[in-house]
């Protein structure tokens, strides 16, 4: 039930772009981003509810497809601060409430 | 800015005893929840609890486990008997609205437990 996250690391260069994918075989509720750095908590960075959704705040955005089974988090113009692992979270339809699972995790390192 | 906070921030145990994991929820928040990190891999849910009871709870959550919310402040994770594999960051979060809901969840910053 846990979703699929793709790719598994990503090594950037200051200011280069980035596209983390997370998918579910089943439609989802929503889809919870999280960045954690190492050996520090998870932070929230957004949640996505709708399908067609796209959200943003500054140079991270992500978007939730009509199908509700795939959304990508999209960080431009990459800072060394974006540097931690990425986690999608998801509530699955239809029944699970308050179960949000993870993917395993997108490494992401950005490299002055 | 409000927290959620946890104790003890490392906790070492031999094998079989019990461990009491400790949180205190931010004050207005209505759902909690325990996750684990076993070192270098994945966040994992564990249990989700609103209302005074279990929401809903994973694979892993066990009858080893059990979870409480005694004073109206605490949430706690008890974990029985614990094995060597129960090594892992334990993650309290808590959150106004549900998964479902456009709130986000705040994650404590975690207890260490070592079993030995």
């Known amino acids: 039930q846990q979703p699929v996250q793709s790719p598994q690391a990503v090594i950037l260069r200051e200011g280069e772009d980035a596209v983390i994918n997370c998918s579910s075989s089943?439609?989802?509720?929503?889809v919870h981003w999280y960045r954690q750095k190492h050996g520090e908590a998870p932070v929230f960075l957004m949640i996505?509810?709708?399908?067609?959704e796209q959200k943003g705040h500054e140079k991270i955005s992500a978007s939730f497809n009509e199908k509700k089974q795939q959304s990508s988090l999209y960080l431009t113009a990459s800072q060394l601060s974006y540097s931690g692992t990425y986690f999608c979270?998801?509530?699955?339809?239809?029944?699970?409430?308050?179960?949000?699972?993870f993917g395993a995790g997108t490494r992401l390192t950005v490299k002055p | 800015e409000p927290e959620v906070t946890q104790t003890p921030s490392h906790q070492v145990t031999q094998m079989g005893q019990e461990v009491i994991l400790r949180c205190v929820p931010i004050?207005?928040?209505?759902?909690f929840y325990w996750y684990r990190q076993i070192l270098g891999q994945k966040v994992e849910f564990l249990v989700s609890?609103?209302?005074?009871?279990?929401?809903?709870k994973s694979e892993i959550f066990d009858d080893q486990f059990s979870v409480e919310r005694p004073d109206g402040s605490n949430f706690t994770l008890k974990i029985r008997s614990t094995k060597l594999e129960d090594s892992a960051m334990y993650f309290c979060a808590s959150s106004e609205g549900g998964t479902r809901m456009n709130t986000e969840a705040f994650f404590g910053q975690g207890t260490r437990l070592t079993v030995v």
């Open positions: 996505l509810l709708k399908g067609g």
């Open positions: 004050s207005n928040h209505l759902y």
């Open positions: 979270g998801t509530d699955l339809i239809p029944n699970n409430n308050n179960d949000m699972r």
């Open positions: 609890f609103y209302n005074n009871e279990i929401s809903e």
């Open positions: 089943k439609a989802l509720y929503s």
